[in-house]
């Protein structure tokens, strides 16, 4: 694959900064949820677990804390999953009509609208931690200079993984459906039950069994252990529960989310090969 993706790469993201209201709404975005969301269920958690012991020698985190890494990757899967929907407003309007007749390889197509999904999504996580650090989140609590810069790597490794896990998903559904509403239906469907089926706002522990084994096959679950890992540390405590969070844990997110790109890009790639645009 030569350089021609980056063409497409740079024409998404020229729409996007030059579009105000896109570009006000996805920066404000994470901001007011972790303003919103965070502030006001934080109260009502710290009095929940104001009667609940903490164990001596573990870091105690807040509500806020424990669900920053949640609201990053809500973030992260509304940007990503929504923005595939170039796509199909291509198709709608004859310009992927256009890019497919062209010399261009068709995981060119792939790759740029892929990579446009990354960049935001580093925006919003980048804003999301620097807007939590202000707002009191407990990231990096304790780490030296060393640690907190091996947290900020770790963080944007996750990040780029799970996005380009998530824009492959969303091409292949934008790809695959004709109308722009069945689009926006298929993806409206598939974002409250990943979130809400993941370790995002509650411990695992506390869902029901049927929606624990969800969890453990829900990439969103993999991407927040990461992320609590690498922000707040790997053994805490939060809302009753102790954390702990081996090297094999992270380990065992980085490969999950690696190997859900992987299957996500073969399952769109070939989706691409086989579209026929009129």
Known sequence: MGTEYLAVYWRDMVKFFRSRAMLFASLIQPALWLVLYGLSMSGNFELIAANMP???GIVSVNYMSFIAAGIISMTVLFTCLYGGITIQLD???GLM???IASPMPRSSILSGITLSGITKSLIQTIIIVILGLILGVQFFNGFTIVQTIISIVGIISLTVLFAMGLMFLSSL???NIESHEGVQAVITMLTLPLFFASNALYPIASMP????IISKINPL?????GIRYFSLGSDFFALGTQY??????LLLSFGFLIGFGIFMYLLALRAFNKAKVV
């Open 221 to 225: 679950s993999y991407f927040i252990t």
């Open 244 to 249: 702990s969070i081996g090297i094999n844990d």
């Open 173 to 175: 559904i934008s790809i």
């Open 209 to 212: 069994f049927v929606i624990q």
């Open 97 to 99: 009509k256009e890019m």
């Open 54 to 56: 903490n164990l001596p």
């Open 91 to 93: 198709k709608q309007f």
